[in-house]
DNA sequence: CTGTATCCTTCTTGATACTG
DNA sequence: CAGTATCAAGAAGGATACAG
């Protein structure tokens, strides 16, 4: 009875998504951008070069992975191993977080592919009974 | 060696986001959009009204608010229940499909809310590294 | 209360070209 | 190979007004 709030089951966190100026909001959108969590779940498989991972996350363009790469190493989730070769080879890999986030980003990921035939289902239905 | 992609540890599911043209995508990107996520991770807790759902999800406003409960209705993760009263009651509350998905992304959150301290180290070292 | 419709601004994205 | 810079198009989002 000392909370006015009474919705989370760990109300003393100090950070909560729900709050918009909260920084977490930031982050969890940084990881589940559409870019983002493609990449996430490419390389919980293992470290990628930056074409490597332009190939696997099929449509990003160079500037979108680009972009994407820097909010995710910014955040402590992606490193970024450059080895100072000719021609020029850099490694990315997650970071300990970062592997604990792309955990449960495939679960959700794998979890939303294993339901697509309900949610295909869902769309016929929910789009005949508009027509 | 029947396969080329030797990338998926289950290569036999119908639907990969990986490839651009999968509707899994689609579907990923209404659950894990800015808005999309977080209405899913509120109606978690329970149904809850339009008006409701606005206040919790901090920030939203009343036309994306809307335009997030069609989407995520017609994937058959939402339902809505309107009833004929005056003023009108809309009840929303997850489907099956909805909870467990639901499930999976509040863990996301709740690894992303609990590990900020760590995040947030990683952008001001990122941050002092380029000033 | 529960939305829809419209306008208008901002942010995102893709294409292209170029550098080390 | 691994990016950065620039620009134009489009999508997304917010504010406001209005309807049932």
Not at 7 to 15: A, C, K, T
Not at 22 to 39: D, F, K, M, Q
Not at 95 to 111: F, K, N
Request: hydrophobic residues 35%; proline residues 5%.
């Amino acid at each position: 009875m000392s909370d006015t709030q009474e919705h989370r089951e760990e109300p003393d966190l100090p950070y909560d998504v729900f709050a918009k100026a909260c920084p977490s909001r930031c982050t969890l959108e940084n990881v589940t951008g559409r870019w983002g969590a493609l990449t996430l779940g490419a390389l919980h498989e293992g470290s990628l070069r930056f074409n490597e991972l332009r190939r696997r996350v099929d449509g990003v363009s160079e500037k979108m992975l680009s972009q994407t790469l820097h909010a995710l190493e910014r955040d402590g989730l992606v490193h970024r191993e450059a080895q100072p070769t000719n021609p020029p080879r850099v490694d990315y890999e997650l970071t300990p977080v970062g592997r604990e986030v792309a955990a449960r980003l495939l679960e959700l990921i794998h979890c939303v592919e294993g339901r697509m035939d309900d949610v295909l289902a869902a769309r016929t239905a929910y789009d005949a009974h508009r027509a």
